[in-house]
């Protein structure tokens, strides 16, 4: 489980939240000259690839979007990052794991500015790459969720450390094993994850192959999974259908009891213990989504439908 909200590590002297504001003497002035110095900053992508080339004139303009809200915002963050190695290069494949890193940090920014910056100081951040978005990703939903677990995690010497962690997934599979034996368990019974998970597709493509791997993704949603509804993680973690592989099917099935999570960790976790999700068949995933549009439309008709005797121990396959 989580820790409890008391449970901040040394060095960061502030219990109450630090949430960002912006101070006098933030000016346009700055914010030119700042970004005049990025490497990329007023180039013209000529990679020989027009449909990238426009892609990153795109990703470039966002990430100047975001710089400019970082600097009216959270002016201490905006300096740090305008003055980070991976800012300033005009690495062509890491261009959109920049913006994406960019806004991620400001989202961090707005709930606990002392952490976005150090955060900017973990070691993977050193010299970036094109997947470190997704790292990042999970670090802002941390925040969001449970700001002092998200300060326990960077304070994690072994978090962030290339040496151990060079990928997202890394970085997953570290969070979730700090969290106790009953995790590190459910973890080792994922023969997909014990073989080695498969890469995240490549963002700089702007799509999916349709022969890409679902395992990064499945990973990173139970990871969420679990900070949102431990309860969900640990029996989703014991099905034989997650356990052995990841099918586009029984991913969009954990990305639906993720979707419950975000709103009801409690209802995440009662659907997940239902019967029928034993095993995995035809049919199983459209009930799946018909209880999450149940739940989109008519919350209070869910709970009548969970709280039905006939459904304790789960639907029977096939029924809806």
Known sequence: MPPTPTAIPAGFTKFILDPCTRPPGTSDTELRAKLEALEWFGDNPSSGDQSLDEDVAVWEEDT?????RMLAQCPKVFRAVVASEWMRNDELDTTWARMVSANYILQIAR????SAVAILELPFLRAMEPLDGFTLEFLRDVFRTDP??????????????????SLPTDFYLS?????GPAVSQALDSIRWIGDGVDPFWDPMKNYRDINSSYEADALQNL???????????????????????????N?????????FAYDSPEISARVAEMAFLDTFEEGDLMIVQTMLEI????????EEILANPELADGLVHGRR
């Open 111 to 114: 709930v606990d500015e002392q």
């Open 64 to 68: 100047i979007e975001v710089l400019e």
């Open 295 to 302: 739940a989109d439309n008519d919350p209070g008709r869910l």
């Open 251 to 259: 991913y969009t099935a954990l990305s639906n009891v993720l979707d």
């Open 223 to 249: 990871t969420i999974l679990y900070l949102k509804s431990p309860e969900a993680f640990l029996s989703l973690a014991r099905r034989p259908w997650l356990q052995e592989s990841i099918s586009p099917d």
């Open 175 to 179: 969070y979730l094993r700090l969290e």
């Open 148 to 165: 002092y677990e998200g300060r326990r995690l960077i304070a994690d010497p072994t978090i962030g450390d290339p040496a151990t962690a």
